[in-house]
Structures are given as structure tokens and as C-alpha cells.
């Protein structure tokens, strides 16, 4: 109903393009019934194992059943390019070519574009960043300026909590866990005991404004782990 909801919007606003990211995988997500000319495969991880397979190569094939004969493949990771059988061109890249291949031509400038919860910054001392799994994390940390970030965090119950864990203690040293109000959120004592073989000082506050509130206190705060967590946040800005 969202999708529906979303794509009407579209129409009723005389949107003229639109980049739409599948919400979960690719065959069975409800983004499925757009007929996209270009479709960008980005990267594949272990995420979603339970829904989407247990091998990079299920999960590929997965997100690139949105593939329709003759549209345009672009892709982040060449070794994809035999499961692009069915598209019109296959090209190796990202969202520029992912553009370029579009409108025919090449795109000379950068463009600025702000996603809120991606590397969102809220002011000088204060970022937000929905990173939910060990690969989104990874990329967080190529564009994270180095500081001893105080983390306020919530992570979803069927991510890789330990590896996510050992990637934010590489940010900074002191971590505040809480919970998110998705029901899947791994509580917030948990979370911090689990933190404690990673962190120096580890605390935990189930109300995500208040851990917040508390990060402040104590230096440059990252937001992170959850998307859940984000959202419940800007519903009390």
C-alpha cells in the first residue's frame, strides 16, 4: 500500500524520474511492478540470508530478478555480469553511469544529494547514520571524519550484532545502547552486554531521546545501527 501510495504521488506531482530502491531483495519486493529501463545493482552482502538465500550469489540473483529483457544492467561488482543475460547492455559502475546510461550522454558535474539518516549531519558535533549491517558500516567508516565518537546505537536481532559491534568500537570508545521501537531491536542491556568486550566504557537507556541527550553530554555523537532507531528520533525533533 505504501508503494502504491508513493508511486501516486509520483504521478499526481508530474515526477519525470524517479530512482526507487527495492525494499527488500527484488522478485517479491512490491517495487517489482515498475518497469525500470535502468536497473543499478550496487553491491551484495550477507544480509537477509533468511528471506533472500545464503550465498552472495542467491541474494544477486534475488535483486536482479527486477531485470527486464533489453533494459540497461549496471553494475557495482562485475562478477554479476553472467547473471545479466537477459538485459540490453551490461556496465560497470555506479550512479553516475547508472545516470549517464539514462539520459545518453555524459555527466560532467557532481551533484549534491542529502538523504536523510545518511550521513545526515545534525549541526558541528552530531551525525546521523542508519547503517544496519557490517557492509554499510564498512562504507560509514571511508567517509566518517576520525573522532572519538560517542555511539548511541540500536540493532536489529537478525543482523550480525557482533561484527557491527567490533566495527563502531573502531569509531570510538564510549557506547550507549538503546532500543529502537522495531519489535526486532535486540534490547538495550543486551546490546550492551554484548558491547562490552568491544568498548572501554558501555552504558545503556531505553529511550532513544534521553541516550541522545545523555551522548551530548559527553562529545561528538553518532547516531547509528538502526534506521528504526533515526526515525524514532526525528518523531521527537
Not at 545479466?84 to 545516470?99: F, H, P, T, W, Y
Amino acid at each position: 500500500m505504501l508503494t502504491a501510495a508513493a508511486l501516486a504521488e509520483f504521478r499526481e506531482r508530474g515526477v519525470d524520474v524517479a530512482v526507487v530502491e527495492a525494499g527488500l531483495g527484488g522478485r517479491h519486493d512490491a517495487t517489482n511492478v515498475i518497469d525500470a529501463r535502468i536497473v543499478l545493482l550496487t553491491n551484495v552482502g550477507l544480509d537477509h540470508t533468511d528471506v533472500l538465500g545464503e550465498t552472495r550469489e542467491a541474494i544477486a540473483r534475488e535483486k536482479l530478478a527486477v531485470l527486464r529483457p533489453g533494459a540497461t544492467l549496471v553494475l557495482g561488482q562485475p562478477e554479476w555480469t553472467r547473471l545479466g543475460s537477459d538485459a540490453g547492455r551490461v556496465l560497470i559502475g555506479g550512479a553516475r553511469e547508472a545516470a549517464e546510461a539514462f539520459v545518453g550522454r555524459k555527466i560532467e558535474r557532481d551533484v549534491e544529494v542529502h538523504v536523510p539518516g545518511r550521513l545526515e549531519w545534525r549541526g558541528s558535533d552530531e551525525l546521523w547514520d542508519g547503517a544496519h549491517n557490517p557492509e554499510g558500516l564498512d562504507f560509514q567508516a571511508q567517509q566518517l571524519p576520525p573522532r572519538d565518537w560517542i555511539i548511541v546505537a540500536s540493532i536489529l536481532r537478525d543482523k550480525d550484532v557482533d561484527a557491527m559491534l567490533e566495527r563502531l568500537a573502531a569509531r570510538g570508545s564510549t557506547l550507549i545502547a538503546t532500543r529502537s521501537s522495531n519489535p526486532r531491536a535486540v534490547g538495550e542491556k543486551e546490546l550492551a552486554r554484548r558491547a562490552e568486550p568491544y568498548f572501554e566504557r558501555v552504558e545503556s537507556e531505553s529511550d532513544p531521546h534521553e541516550a541522545v541527550r545523555r551522548a551530548r553530554r559527553l562529545g561528538p555523537v553518532l547516531d547509528t545501527g538502526s534506521l528504526y532507531l533515526l526515525a524514532d528520533l526525528s518523531a521527537g525533533d
